[in-house]
């Protein structure tokens, strides 16, 4: 078992470098100034936290994979299908592979982002990328909390 606390996890920071070196090492994707965080990264789903300042917006755009963002903390609106939707924390919502969707940050917010399954066809534009689906840059990812109190592991 792995597990996270998300309603505690420390202040995301600068990646001390975008990418491992390599033409083939994967990505993590700056995408407009955020830089998510992945908790962990398997064949059926990737989880990934994202925090949005007041103000900040993560613009129109898609993912081939079926999305679901829970809203860990804070308040956003979201565009979608041409519906839009203020969320509180609590909130849950999903999105259908390529359905075109941008978050809007009401308030500073957390989000968790769900991808199933990771990655979709046609995710990665080459080989090399798609043949390190999951594999992750040490300053890209959070670790787990260890055992829980009282546990002898």
């Known amino acids: 078992m792995k597990r996270w606390n998300l309603t505690s996890l420390p202040p995301s920071t600068e990646k001390q470098r975008p990418r491992d070196p390599g033409s083939g090492a ?53 565009d979608a299908s041409g519906e839009s939707a203020e969320c509180p924390a609590g ?10 969707h941008s978050v809007y940050a009401v308030e500073k917010s957390a989000l968790l982002l769900l991808l199933a399954p990771w990655p979709a066809a046609q995710h990665y534009s080459d080989q090399a990328e798609a043949d390190h689906a999951q594999h992750l840059p040490a300053n890209a990812s959070i670790a787990p909390l260890g055992p829980p109190s009282g546990d002898p592991d």
Do not use: N
């Open 26 to 78: 994967p990505r993590v994707a700056k995408h407009d100034g955020q830089i998510p965080r992945v908790l962990f990264s398997a064949p059926e789903c990737r989880a990934v936290v994202v925090e949005l300042e007041s103000d900040e917006t993560m613009g129109d755009h898609h993912v081939r994979e079926r999305a679901v963002v829970h809203v860990i903390s804070g308040r956003v609106s979201i």
């Open 91 to 100: 909130t849950v919502v999903t999105f259908a592979p390529g359905e075109r």
